[in-house]
């Protein structure tokens, strides 16, 4: 006996645990604090399904409970207790009722399913070919980074997205390499890419909930797509509708950028003698999808992340870097350029940090 309960003695302390740990994570990243339409929406849905399984699961306990100690069998009694099998009623009860549940929950299932899937403002053109009174966000997934081009407004970015609170952000989805899935789960739920067709939806932030967040959500990548799969992170900024119209302003009308310091332009010729071919420093890069193999880096300097999950260091800059592999396995980048001594290194991290369009 004592064997038995030495072999199961762990088992509390693994219940406790689990029951610790499910309460760690990141706020901005949960899907149980809606911060739009459309993720209160699902929120809702979620509660109605919790709220329909809990209810079952009271009465089928209650009525277990019940069979238990009211029909219990006692002392000396054998007789047989009346038998029900065939009863048309008690088939018809336990037949209707999850009936009338799961109508319960398709309807609005159904209903939200088609109202999300409304992408029809995304057709609707002007003269100029520009979408009519919907801002239109061109989302690309690469191995292990974001690109978000703004078709409409000359802009594209990497690994920030920028969005206006209290209207609807449409997106483009696509991958450039394996299928990703773009999650903002505070915004609204998972939405694949793929390498050969787009997907399309969209998002609203609410500016209460986003001031509440400090103006910053968190997305990830939801697909398993190699091994820095987890790693593959990107900021989300919400502005209000005049401080993003000011933003955008100031990213289309970005020159080249001008940097001080001899160590940073000397930062600036190594750069542009060996990474100017697959990273862009300007938000208006004009170039086709096909030659953007790398993150755009004109916003370098006021990232607050290197590579989406170092903090926002000259010291994490160096080591990415020297060995960008240790920190984004199977990224890329890797062993795309020669060995950096430390002087070029030192170089290349001065003229990087001061690349900036808002912050002059």
Not at 49 to 75: D, G, P, Y
Not at 257 to 281: D, M, R, T, W, Y
């Amino acid at each position: 006996m004592k064997r038995k309960l030495h072999k199961w003695r762990l088992l509390p302390l693994l219940g406790i645990l689990t029951f610790v740990l499910s309460g760690c994570g990141m706020a901005s990243l949960s899907a149980l604090r809606p911060a739009g339409e459309v993720a209160q929406t699902q929120y809702n849905l979620m509660m109605l399904s919790t709220i329909i399984m809990v209810l079952v699961v009271i009465v089928v306990t209650i009525l277990f409970l019940i069979v238990i100690f009211r029909f219990r069998r006692k002392k000396g009694d054998d007789t047989i207790p009346k038998q029900v099998e065939g009863s048309h009623k008690l088939e018809v009860i336990w037949t209707v009722i999850p009936i009338i549940l799961l109508i319960i929950l398709t309807i609005p299932t159904v209903k939200v399913t088609f109202d999300l899937a409304d992408t029809k403002a995304m057709d609707q053109k002007d003269k100029e070919g520009k979408t009519k009174d919907a801002l239109v966000v061109n989302v690309r997934a690469n191995l292990y980074w974001w690109e978000f081009e703004y078709p409409d407004l000359g802009v594209i970015t990497s690994q920030d997205l920028v969005v206006p609170t209290n209207e609807k952000v449409y997106f483009n989805l696509v991958a450039s390499d394996v299928k990703h899935s773009f999650w903002v789960p505070a915004a609204g739920g998972k939405m694949d890419t793929n390498t050969d067709n787009p997907n399309q939806f969209y998002l609203e932030f609410d500016s209460q909930k986003a001031s509440e967040a400090e103006d910053l959500f968190y997305g990830k990548c939801a697909e398993l797509c190699g091994p820095s799969h987890a790693l593959m992170d990107f900021k989300v900024v919400a502005k209000s509708k005049d401080d993003f119209n000011t933003w955008a302003k100031e990213m289309k009308a970005a020159s080249e950028p001008v940097v001080e310091g001899s160590l940073a332009k000397q930062g600036e010729e190594i750069f542009n003698q060996s990474c100017i071919g697959c990273h862009a420093v300007t938000p208006n890069d004009s170039r086709p999808e096909t030659a953007r193999q790398a993150p755009n880096l004109a916003t370098f300097g006021e990232r607050e992340r290197i590579a989406g999950v170092l903090d926002h260091t000259e010291e994490n800059l160096k080591k990415w870097l020297e060995d960008p592999e240790v920190y984004k396995p199977g990224n890329t980048m890797t062993g795309t350029y020669g060995e950096l001594s430390d002087g070029q290194i030192n170089a290349l991290t001065a003229y990087l940090m001061q690349l900036k369009v808002e912050e002059k």
